[in-house]
């Protein structure tokens, strides 16, 4: 069965420091990648979303994320964090496509300070 | 693009009455429609998927009798929580997706807390 892991349950940057969040995956084949986020008693909006073609895919608020084969990683990456970033973040995979079935990872919650 | 609503946001009742909440696609025709449940501090757990005129898919665990699942039209599907007890109490999520455009990717909604009494 596909997993996904996100290994750091809490991250605490300083405003204007760059942030990179991580993501791996356990699966066969090239799952579709998904990037979302959720501040506090909100749903999840999309940052980004990987499906093919060219590795580094941009996103909404100026986020990146970089998906390497080799890793199976998809990680999140920010080159300056400001306070509003504060949020939970999820990445998620898909077997066939975001349309069907999606896998969460645990989330990790950015703390920004100021 | 790619909006979705739900209502009510917020709901408290009292424990044994039933609890409808919808889920709307608004700019756009969603097929297939997803509701989560979301524990504090954890991540979304997927209770069912629900395609337009069919019966909703549950996940291994939910109860489908207690989870009453419609999805009527394009637009909208309804998840009625029945006979609510305290431990029903959560943040209920949906997601859609649907037509050329949304076809692979989720979008979600804005979630309704439910609080059991």
């Known amino acids: 069965a596909q997993s996904v892991t996100q290994p750091d349950i809490h991250i605490t940057v300083s405003e204007g420091a760059s942030l990179e969040l991580r993501c791996n995956y356990s699966?066969?084949?090239?799952?579709?990648l998904f990037w979302y986020v959720q501040s506090p008693g909100q749903g999840l909006q999309l940052l980004l979303k990987y499906f093919s073609g060219d590795t580094l895919v941009q996103g909404i608020k100026g986020f990146e994320a970089e998906f390497k084969r080799s890793q199976s990683s998809f990680n999140l990456r920010k080159p300056s964090v400001h306070w509003s970033d504060a949020a939970e973040y999820f990445c998620a995979v898909a077997l066939t496509g975001g349309g069907n079935k999606l896998t969460f990872g645990t989330g990790t919650q950015l703390k920004v300070e100021l | 693009g790619a909006v979705v609503s739900q209502h009510p946001s917020r709901v408290i009742c009292k424990s044994g009455t039933s609890v409808k909440i919808e889920c709307r696609s608004l700019?756009?025709?969603?097929?297939?429609m997803f509701w989560y449940r979301q524990f504090p501090k954890q991540s979304l757990m997927l209770m069912a998927t629900s395609n337009e005129g069919s019966k909703a898919t549950y996940e291994q665990g939910v109860e489908k009798d207690k989870f009453l699942i419609n999805h009527a039209s394009l637009t909208l599907s309804t998840l009625t929580v029945t006979s609510a007890h305290p431990e029903d109490s959560s943040f209920y999520i949906c997601?859609?997706?649907?037509?050329?455009?949304?076809?692979?990717?989720?979008?979600f909604g804005p979630g309704t807390r439910l609080l059991v009494l």
């Open positions: 997601s859609a997706t649907g037509g050329a455009e949304f076809q692979e990717t989720q979008y």
């Open positions: 700019d756009f025709q969603a097929t297939t």
């Open positions: 699966y066969g084949a090239t799952p579709y």
